[in-house]
């Protein structure tokens, strides 16, 4: 399956960001979907999950401002990001744990917060 990452930019802290991950082929309803982030300097960090079941969990740095809904029609899931702050920049990605664990990241999108 290939994951593409879409949807960042530069926003104003305060500001909002959807971003897009597009599956080449369905598989939500089969494993979890994860969103991850990478600020320069730092290890990635898992943001926001939803269970092939629908059941989401979010790192304690984003709940309240992030959700991870998904489309299984178009083999999509978000990441709807509100109430951003400059700690949030970073190099977005989605993934599944597997291809995580073996290492196999796609090249993300670049969401950048200004102060």
């Known amino acids: 399956v290939q994951l593409v990452e879409s949807g960042g930019g530069l926003v104003q802290a305060g500001g909002s960001l959807r971003l897009s991950c597009a599956a080449s082929?369905?598989?939500?309803?089969?494993?979890?979907m994860g969103w991850y982030r990478q600020a320069p300097g730092n290890q990635r960090e898992l943001v926001a999950t939803?269970?092939?079941?629908?059941?989401?969990n979010y790192a304690d740095s984003v709940k309240g401002r992030i959700t991870i809904p998904r489309d299984n029609d178009k083999n999509t899931v978000y990441l709807q990001m509100n109430s951003l702050k400059p700690e949030d920049t970073a190099l977005y990605y989605c993934?599944?744990?597997?291809?995580?664990?073996?290492?196999?990241w796609g090249q993300g999108t670049q969401v950048t917060v200004s102060s």
């Open positions: 993934n599944t744990k597997a291809r995580a664990l073996l290492g196999y």
């Open positions: 082929k369905s598989i939500f309803s089969i494993t979890a």
């Open positions: 939803i269970t092939s079941g629908g059941s989401t």
